[in-house]
Nanobody, 126 residues
Framework: QVQLVESGGGLVQAGGSLRLSCAAS????????MGWFRQAPGKEREFVAA????????YYADSVKGRFTISRDNAKNTVYLQMNSLKIEDTAVYFCAASARVLNIPPIYRWDYDYWGQGTQVTVSS
């Protein structure tokens, strides 16, 4: 059974940093895309960042470009999201996602992913 477990969320002041981790178990995803999405209260889940495979192409939402960095350690079956210069509008539940398919298009949509974590809360205060 595949499980994705996020960690690293919390409360941080605007301008601060957090690093989210997502550990996958049950299968390896070294050849497949992994990504991060977020959902703020009353809003739809939105794409944040994705990576095809270790050393592969990365994709970012315009709202986080230049501030967030996605990376992965295939040996640990883990994907990370380094979040710097956090803003109040970054407050949301952050979800890790993994795909079981080789995609020929940028993996930036929810339907590109087959597995989801339970989410971790990130709250940015003023």
């Amino acid at each position: 059974q595949v499980q994705l477990v996020e960690s690293g969320g919390g409360l941080v002041q605007a301008g601060g940093s957090l690093r989210l981790s997502c550990a996958a178990s049950g299968r390896t995803f070294s050849s497949y895309p992994m990504g991060w999405f977020r959902q703020a209260p009353g809003k739809e889940r939105e794409f944040v960042a994705a990576m095809r495979w270790s050393g592969g192409s990365t994709y970012y939402a315009d709202s986080v470009k230049g501030r967030f960095t996605i990376s992965r350690d295939n040996a640990k079956n883990t994907v990370y999201l380094q979040m710097n210069s956090l803003k109040i509008e970054d407050t949301a539940v952050y979800f890790c996602a993994a795909s079981a398919r080789v995609l020929n298009i940028p993996p930036i949509y929810r339907w590109d992913y087959d597995y989801w974590g339970q989410g971790t809360q990130v709250t940015v205060s003023s």
